[in-house]
């Protein structure tokens, strides 16, 4: 993920929290969405917005398609959301790092 992308959700982030008060997950999904799709368009993928599932009684349930069930986990973004920005960060950091190492060679074998 490039460091453009991530200092773009950075800021975007800030303005979000400035601007609503609040740091409620479904205002800030939206800056993290925006991260995602343009790190899918950077690698000519798509970006399937999540799809709710409700039952009768307004609790989420699972698809009753069998092929759907078993390749789209219905799981909450909010109960991962940390977990998954702890790992763009690491991924983030050792794609920087490498680079780093990689022209530091390059200028190393001149």
């Known amino acids: 993920m490039s460091q453009l992308l991530i200092q773009q959700y950075l800021n975007q982030l800030s303005t979000l929290k400035k601007v609503s008060g609040s740091q409620r997950e ?18 000519d993928l798509h970006f399937i917005p999540e799809y709710e599932i409700e039952s009768k009684t307004k609790e989420e349930s699972k698809p009753k398609d069998p092929t ?9 973004f909010a109960d991962y959301k940390e977990k998954v920005v702890d790992l763009l960060a690491r991924v983030t950091t050792v794609s920087v790092e490498t680079q780093r190492i990689v022209e530091a060679m390059k200028k190393a074998q001149r």
């Open 68 to 76: 759907i069930r078993e390749k789209f986990d219905n799981y909450r």
């Open 26 to 43: 479904s205002v800030l999904r939206e800056a993290f969405k925006d991260l995602l799709k343009g790190w899918a368009r950077s690698r």
